[in-house]
């Protein structure tokens, strides 16, 4: 979380993934003094909801490539590969506007 904090600290994120490894993930960025602004996920639950303030949304309300950073941490199977191919078909550039943390 170190490394993201300190490459990501002046730049608006988004977590992709409002489970249990997105949480954890936003919370040791929290604790570095990185603001995240959202989350992304798929769970209809969770859609409009606020975690630890910070709302979750649909992958469609992702924006343009560039409005924020992307760090997807999803632990499910083959989720790497659908939020890659996702965020790839919207334009997407990983290490540029998009990074893989789980």
Request: aromatic residues 8%; hydrophobic residues 50%; contains cysteine.
């Amino acid at each position: 979380a170190a490394v993201l904090a300190a490459r990501f600290s002046s730049r608006p994120l988004c977590i992709w993934g409002a489970g249990e490894t997105g949480i954890a993930l936003f919370k040791a960025l929290r604790d570095h003094g990185v603001t995240v602004e959202r989350f992304i996920d798929v769970n209809t639950r969770k859609i409009g909801q606020r975690i630890h303030g910070a709302r979750v949304v649909w992958p469609d309300d992702v924006g343009a490539p560039g409005d924020e950073h992307v760090i997807a941490a999803v632990g499910a199977h083959g989720a790497r590969a659908e939020i890659r191919a996702f965020l790839d078909s919207r334009g997407f550039v990983e290490g540029v506007h998009f990074t893989v943390a789980a």
